[in-house]
């Protein structure tokens, strides 16, 4: 089993359209959990960045996290065209230092106006 | 947030040369880069560390004589690709490592074409 799943699409979904990308793990040490976002040939940007068990919201962005199933979501409400990435899910067992994160392999989100 | 620029954003070289990409700290200084490829549709893997004043260290199964990283300087990092392969095509992607926050700035990648 690999350590992180994270289905890689494509979604397709129309404009204003609620979205909902998730991943699941399989080690139990991971507690920092992030969403990025990556564009067509560009680099990952960070979007929300949680820690342990819970929701956070940013925006037309909410990160959950359900460390007891080994499970994340990221929502997007009132979704854009220009929401159209890949979303990278990552996740760490430290919050800082030189602790290297482990990568989803991204789920590509395409909103048609 | 830091910028980190690298060069150049494409290329496309023939089956044996070798080709650098340089990663830039534009903004700030950096005694550390995380150099990761990416394949397409897959996650990003780490390749190596690049430490300024002191050597590499590449991840297991990396091959740090292929894959030769230098951190000139506190502004940039560079890495050799040495005599390319077909199967060496890839983005090659140059980024901060992460600190508190989750806070982890990204070069925007080089994407490498061997023919």
């Known amino acids: 089993q690999k350590e992180v799943e994270q289905d890689p699409g494509p979604l397709s979904v129309p404009e204003g359209a609620i979205v909902s990308l998730n991943c699941t793990y399989s080690?139990?040490?991971?507690?920092?959990f992030m969403w990025y976002r990556q564009y067509s040939r560009k680099g990952p940007e960070l979007l929300m960045y949680?820690?342990?068990?819970g929701n956070k919201e940013d925006g037309r962005f909410t990160a959950q996290v359900d460390k007891s199933s080994k499970y994340i979501s990221l929502f997007i409400r009132d979704s854009q065209p220009s929401d159209s990435a890949t979303y990278l899910c990552?996740?760490?067992?430290?919050?800082?230092?030189?602790?290297?994160?482990?990568f989803g392999k991204g789920t590509m989100l395409l909103v048609s106006p | 947030g830091a910028v980190v620029s690298q060069h150049p954003s494409w290329v496309i070289c023939k089956s044996g040369t070798s080709v650098k990409i340089e990663c830039r700290s534009l903004?700030?200084?950096?005694?550390?880069m995380f150099w990761y490829r990416q394949f397409p549709k897959q996650s990003l893997m780490l390749m190596a560390t690049s430490n300024e004043g002191s050597k590499a260290t590449y991840e297991q199964g990396v091959e740090k004589d292929k894959f030769l990283i230098n951190h000139a300087s506190l502004t940039l990092s560079t890495l050799t690709v040495t005599s390319a392969h077909p199967e060496d095509s890839s983005f090659y992607i140059c980024?901060?490592?992460?600190?508190?926050?989750?806070?982890?700035?990204f070069g925007p990648g080089t994407r490498l074409l061997v023919l």
């Open positions: 903004d700030f200084q950096a005694t550390t």
């Open positions: 990552a996740m760490s067992p430290q919050n800082s230092g030189y602790s290297t994160l482990t």
């Open positions: 080690n139990s040490a991971f507690q920092y």
């Open positions: 980024s901060t490592p992460p600190a508190t926050m989750g806070t982890q700035y």
């Open positions: 949680t820690y342990s068990s």
